[in-house]
């Protein structure tokens, strides 16, 4: 998100909890909300005092939340008193997810999802444990998995479907929405418990009409359902002709970065959210073309970087959200990323598993 608003024009402070060279580059100042605790994470008291610094220059026009804030809205609530917050509110981030509320609302209004309930299913098999407040499917679990369930977590069970893991990115000014283009998921294992995973995706991917109307219908009536604003996403199985809803990310989403070289996504969020303005449709139209895929290369041991494997990391042009030389790196932590292009989804994945493995042999080398 840094580099989107650096390169849309802003001026940027950010804060994360990684602190990648990317990032760093495309920031004016940098700091970390990350928790010191092992586990990657958002760290709230870092980041109501991060924030309320940002708030003492008045030239801080405000602050845009991304991943792992739907699993805390109660900061987000806080962070919007502190600052501006410039994307969907807290209240209606509670709402979204809310696996109760998201789920009745589309059955209310008559929109396909995998059969939830709240008690654990008996027998198990065939059903997945989730966390409405867990992000990037690293929360997901078979419903009988011995790891207890957490419940500030808010977990639910979910019937598992047949279908391709596809997202909707969109933006949404709190009654109407523009879709800029669907993906498809890049979703595997992550060791033996986690059989979820997010790793990446693959887009612009073209719908046949009839659903591609269908979809653009339903997100305008989740919009004004929920009041959702700026830049979001929403995450649906496709099985041949047939879909089926998962959940809605009521913030900017990782898929963005598939369409930075078409449209400043970040000037349409902030115009989205403060002004209610949309980008017209021509420009928000996917442009046929050449697919790209990114993918997040996830460690495989622990590891501390070294300089010249950062540098060597640095120095290939499809390797990016790029980690400094010392960062330590547990195993199943995100060690960086690679993008790829080509014609054809089966395409793009197979460029992106030979680029992974020739990062992972570069490393191993360095």
Avoid at 32 to 55: C, F, M, N, V, Y
Avoid at 69 to 84: C, D, S, V
Avoid at 229 to 247: A, N, T
Avoid at 328 to 335: S, V
Wanted: glycine share 10%.
């Amino acid at each position: 998100m840094a580099e989107a608003a650096a390169r849309d024009g802003y001026d940027v402070i950010a804060l994360d909890a990684f602190g990648d060279v990317d990032t760093r580059r495309a920031a004016l100042r940098w700091r970390s909300i990350g928790r010191d605790d092992g586990p990657l994470g958002i760290d709230p008291q870092r980041t109501l005092e991060a924030l309320r610094k940002a708030a003492a220059d008045r030239q801080v026009l405000g602050w845009v939340a991304g991943s792992g804030f739907e699993g805390q809205p109660e900061l987000l609530g806080r962070g919007a008193q502190a600052l501006p917050l410039i994307g969907t509110p807290a209240e209606t981030v509670l709402r979204v997810r809310d696996p109760a509320g998201f789920f009745g609302m589309l059955d209310w209004l008559g929109l396909p999802h995998p059969e939830v309930q709240f008690d654990a299913p008996d027998p198990p098999s065939g059903w997945l444990r989730k966390e409405a407040r867990g992000t990037g499917g690293w929360h997901i679990r078979p419903a009988d998995d011995p790891h207890p369930a957490d419940p500030e977590q808010q977990p639910y069970y979910q019937r598992e479907a047949p279908g391709t893991p596809m997202s909707a990115l969109f933006i949404a000014n709190g009654r109407e929405a523009r879709v800029l283009g669907i993906s498809e998921l890049i979703v595997r294992p992550l060791g033996a418990h986690r059989p979820h995973v997010y790793r990446g995706a693959i887009g612009p991917v073209a719908l046949p009409a009839a659903l591609a109307v269908g979809l653009d219908t339903t997100l305008h009536t989740l919009v004004a359902a929920f009041g959702l604003r700026g830049l979001c996403s929403l995450d649906f199985l496709l099985d041949g002709d047939r879909w089926s809803l998962l959940e809605i990310n009521p913030r900017p989403s990782a898929s963005a970065v598939l369409y930075g070289d078409r449209l400043a996504w970040m000037r349409a969020h902030v115009d989205a959210c403060l002004h209610g303005t949309l980008p017209p449709a021509e420009a928000a139209a996917p442009a046929p073309g050449a697919l790209r895929g990114s993918e997040i290369v996830f460690a495989r041991r622990a590891v501390q970087l070294t300089a010249a494997q950062a540098e060597a990391l640095a120095a290939r042009d499809d390797c990016h959200d790029l980690p400094a030389a010392g960062s330590r790196h547990a195993p199943g932590d995100p060690l960086c990323s690679v993008d790829a292009q080509g014609t054809r989804v089966t395409e793009v994945r197979e460029r992106l598993a030979e680029k992974r493995a020739a990062l992972r042999a570069s490393l191993a080398q360095t």
